[in-house]
């Protein structure tokens, strides 16, 4: 049997009703590169504008059997079976399509179960001689290598900033050499977009800033010519979301999160899905909204499986008891406090275990829990965070009835506040407070003055009428 061979494009249009848009073409044809059977319906999803497409992409295309179209009361015979002609005519032709979209899904298994050894063979290679290798051996040449360099930049650049940027500017090059092959324009495009979005993560990783915002341009400017498919695009926010929170841009970050996680959602990627919404209830608890946090961090939660999940299951644990910390609701998140610990010594994160710390101090009044937290927040370099476990443990000496203690500490704010370039008003609010530990008049509430302006200062960005859909 011969094998068989894809229409190109052009031939594809001449198959297809005159009725079918390019744009419905272009989702056919180019989401084909790698698409799962279960998604072909969703794929076709467009076509059912008019009686014969709904018709011809039954279930029933797929069973192999011929269309059944019922005659409306307003229809003649003849206008029925005019009907039933266009739909035959349609159903064969996407039959074909059919066809292509099978070619394409095993070419892209193949390419799947093939690609961390390919990605591992063209990474131990000197980076002057990829564009030689890409060009002489097809196996350096396909959208599922260029995702897959994507994905191991995005895993090792935390630990690793030079290799994961190295891993992204691999996947940049075999995406832009899609083009000598037989894939049509919007899945390279596709494969650029994710390219230049895992190359901006890792800029924003090596601490480039602006090198990330340009690899973030070039990422948006592919998906113009994408295929539109809710995966690509996705990509693109979650990871240019991250930018912009490195950027303090928390709102447009919230805006960025909120779609990147409706997109995974439309394209079945539950555990992307579930990351994001951990990421936007992390926002939400920067920007004061705790109480919105709370119920997205527990469902996030619940959807996630701990014992093969487990970073992402430690990560969200931590963040639903911040949440419920921050709201007000200490007994609950002490509950649930020793099982994300003893994830996060699982994992031996230690940032994860001093906010935990802190929180536990914060909840319990325990002023050695929260000294704790703040010498490893001071030598960690987290400013925001250094000076709000201050205040705390400020508050703290201030109920024990320490006051010199309190003032010690609050003498030590100014070189943090300076360090946070937080302006005129947060020393002024510092000021006054030192004031009145001086003359013996402070309490815990100017205390927590000085600490809601610290956490204005952190949300800044975040609309303050900021709300999600449930």
Request: hydrophobic letters at 45%; proline letters at 4%.
């Amino acid at each position: 049997m011969r094998p068989f061979t894809p229409p190109r494009a052009p031939e594809v249009r001449s198959l297809l009703p005159a009725h079918v848009s390019e744009d419905q073409l272009r989702r056919l044809g180019e989401l084909a590169a790698g698409a799962p059977r279960e998604s072909w319906q969703h794929l076709l999803q467009p076509l059912k504008g008019c009686l014969c497409c709904r018709t011809a992409v039954e279930e029933e295309l797929w069973l192999g059997a011929e269309p059944a179209v019922e005659a409306s009361p307003e229809e003649t015979p003849r206008q029925h079976q005019g009907l039933v002609d266009e739909a035959a005519a349609t159903a064969a032709a996407l039959a074909k399509v059919t066809g292509q979209l099978q070619y394409w899904r095993e070419r892209a298994s193949r390419q799947r179960a093939a690609a961390p050894q390919v990605a591992t063979e063209l990474l131990q290679q000197p980076e002057a001689e990829w564009q030689s290798l890409i060009a002489s051996d097809s196996r350096f040449r396909s959208p599922v290598l260029a995702r897959v360099l994507g994905q191991v930049s995005r895993v090792i650049g935390g630990a690793d900033e030079e290799q994961g940027r190295r891993a992204a500017v691999a996947a940049v090059a075999v995406a832009s050499s899609l083009e000598a092959e037989e894939y049509t324009g919007g899945v390279v495009a596709d494969a650029l977009a994710a390219a230049y979005a895992a190359l901006g993560n890792a800029e924003r990783c090596g601490g480039d800033l602006e090198a990330a915002r340009e690899a973030f341009r070039q990422a948006r400017r592919c998906l113009v010519d994408g295929t539109a498919i809710d995966l690509a695009v996705a990509e693109v926010e979650d990871l240019e979301a991250l930018l912009l929170i490195e950027e303090q841009r928390y709102g447009e970050a919230l805006d960025r999160l909120q779609r990147a996680a409706t997109a995974y959602r439309a394209a079945g990627s539950r555990l992307q899905e579930t990351r994001v919404e951990g990421l936007i209830g992390r926002l939400l608890i920067f920007a004061a909204r705790p109480e919105l946090a709370i119920p997205r961090l527990r469902e996030a939660l619940s959807s996630v499986d701990r014992e093969r999940d487990l970073h992402l299951g430690a990560w969200l644990s931590l963040q639903l008891v911040l949440a419920l910390a921050e709201a007000g609701q200490g007994e609950e998140a002490m509950r649930l406090l020793p099982q994300a610990r003893e994830a996060c010594l699982l994992l031996n994160d230690q940032r994860a275990l001093r906010s935990l710390r802190w929180t536990e101090g914060r909840v319990e009044g325990i002023t050695a829990a929260v000294d704790e937290a703040r010498q490893g927040l001071l030598g960690a370099g987290e400013v925001y965070d250094a000076a709000l476990a201050t205040l705390d443990l400020a508050s703290l000496y201030l109920r024990e009835g320490r006051a010199a203690r309190a003032q010690m500490l609050a003498n030590g704010l100014h070189s943090l506040l300076e360090e946070a370039d937080l302006g005129i008003e947060a020393k002024a609010t510092l000021a006054v407070f030192q004031h009145s530990l001086r003359a013996g008049l402070a309490t815990e509430t100017s205390v927590q003055q000085l600490a809601d302006y610290l956490r204005r200062a952190r949300s800044a960005g975040v609309p303050e009428n900021f709300s999600l859909p449930c």
